[in-house]
């Protein structure tokens, strides 16, 4: 059973950063694709960041130069640093996975849907505050 739990959510004021971390467990495959994904209240829940098992990253326009995702392999663990932080960025923030199959074309990046994935955790929520 694979299971997916975001952690690193907190309140910080504008400016600031902060590093969520998706601890992934019960994965078994060598490729993936892995995302983060935010909803504001109100909003569409839209993907900030993606990254698939050779490496290769893409970002909404809204957080590039900001955020960074990443992968540790030993540990498992997928993380997003978040600096410059902007009241803007205030959501709940969700990671997901699912299994790196490109056979009907490359799909692992943003704008990325949030349906294509199937592994996610519970979000974690980050308030940025002026």
């Known amino acids: 059973q694979v299971q997916l739990v975001e952690s690193g959510g907190g309140s910080v004021q504008a400016g600031g950063s902060l590093r969520l971390s998706c601890a992934v467990s019960?994965?078994?495959?060598?490729?993936?694709?892995m995302g983060w994904f935010r909803q504001a209240p109100g909003k569409e829940r839209e993907g900030v960041a993606a990254?698939?098992?050779?490496?290769?990253?893409t970002y909404a326009s809204s957080v590039k130069g900001r955020f960074t995702i990443s992968h540790d392999n030993a540990k498992n663990t997928l993380y997003l640093q978040m600096n410059s932080l902007k009241p803007e960025d205030t959501a709940m923030y969700y990671c997901?996975?699912?299994?790196?199959?490109?056979?009907?074309?490359?799909?692992?990046?943003?704008?990325?849907?949030?349906?294509?994935?199937?592994?996610r955790g519970q979000g974690t929520q980050v308030t940025v505050s002026s």
């Open positions: 019960g994965y078994t495959y060598s490729s993936y694709c």
């Open positions: 997901a996975a699912e299994r790196g199959n490109y056979t009907s074309g490359y799909w692992c990046y943003v704008p990325l849907a949030f349906s294509l994935l199937r592994y």
């Open positions: 990254i698939d098992s050779d490496g290769r990253t």
